[in-house]
């Protein structure tokens, strides 16, 4: 069965760096476009950023842009973020996603704090 596992949130203080990963197992990785969403306390689930099947063409969010890195290793069926420059309004939880034949997938997702 499809799982995503994300690891790597934490506690950062502001300006800090985090990576965040998203291990997946039970189907073709290298052939899934794959996404990072986060959701903060009282807030819908957005959209951060996504990766094409090869990595060849990444979007993000207006509001990581220029500061987080979206890529994979699709050997390692890995999908990463780096987040830089972290601001408090970055706090949520992190979740790593796909669709396949039609069926969302989600990992359980990873908290990040961004806090002084």
């Known amino acids: 069965q499809v799982q995503l596992v994300e690891s790597g949130g934490g506690l950062v203080q502001p300006g800090g760096s985090l990576r965040l990963s998203c291990a997946a197992s039970?189907?073709?990785?290298?052939?899934?476009?794959m996404y990072w969403y986060r959701q903060a306390p009282g807030k819908e689930r957005e959209l951060v950023a996504g990766i094409s099947e090869g990595g060849y063409n990444t979007d993000y969010a207006d509001s990581v842009k220029g500061r987080f890195a979206i890529s994979r290793d699709n050997a390692k069926n890995t999908m990463y973020l780096q987040m830089n420059s972290l601001k408090p309004e970055d706090t949520a939880v992190y979740y790593c996603h796909t669709k396949r034949a039609g069926t969302s997938f989600w990992g359980q997702g990873t908290q990040v704090t961004v806090s002084s």
């Open positions: 039970g189907f073709t990785f290298s052939s899934y476009v």
